[in-house]
Nanobody, 114 residues
């Protein structure tokens, strides 16, 4: 299963960025999709998750600033990030949980400058 993440880059503090992840249709329609992030030396942490029923959950640190959504027509999950902070700087990974198996994308770096 290949997940294609995109949208990372450099953004100033207070700015916005949108990440996208494409998944194969065979899994997208029933998979829970999520975004995680990791800073070197730290564990990978959950940022946001959305189920096939569009139920969402967010890390406390991003609530009110980030929005996860899925486009079933395009088999993509997006993470819209607003009011970015330097502490949001990390490699962001797309994740799919399909039939109890976790799949990961390649990661996309988001750097927030102060």
């Amino acid at each position: 299963v290949q997940l294609q993440a995109s949208g990372g880059g450099l953004v100033q503090a207070g700015g916005s960025r949108r990440l996208s992840c494409a998944a194969p249709r065979t899994i997208f329609t029933i998979a829970a999709m999520g975004w995680y992030r990791q800073v070197p030396g730290n564990q990978r942490e959950l940022v946001a998750i959305i189920t096939s029923a569009d139920t969402t959950d967010y890390a406390d640190s991003v609530k009110g600033r980030f929005t996860i959504s899925r486009d079933n027509a395009k088999n993509t999950v997006s993470l819209q990030m607003h009011s970015l902070k330097p502490e949001d700087t990390a490699v962001y990974y797309c994740n799919a949980i399909y039939r109890g198996v976790s799949y990961w994308g390649q990661g996309t770096l988001v750097t927030v400058s102060s």
